[in-house]
């Protein structure tokens, strides 16, 4: 029997930082076939989570990193990465700015 969106549970898991901003838990669990279809499914029930992580196109944010377990989407099928029973995206803002370490 071939798995189907309806039994295909995968998580998302989302930065603490991220979780503030958008008002979210932490981790997700939902039904989906490919990345970009589980992101779809973020639009209406979090949608300041969805607005966070892609673009008003559907594409991914440029500063935010998404991993398919331990895979970067983008060296993958990008949002369309065929995810599996049990699969984790990660979702991490990127990180920037601040002062220069000083030795001394």
Known sequence: ????????????????????YAGCPSELVLSAATVGSALWQLKPSHPRLYRSICQESGALRPHVNLFLNSDRIDELNGMDSRLQPGDILTVLPAVSGGSPCRNG
């Open 1 to 20: 029997m071939a798995a189907t969106e309806e039994t295909l549970h995968i998580r998302i898991q989302v930065s603490a930082a991220l979780c503030r």
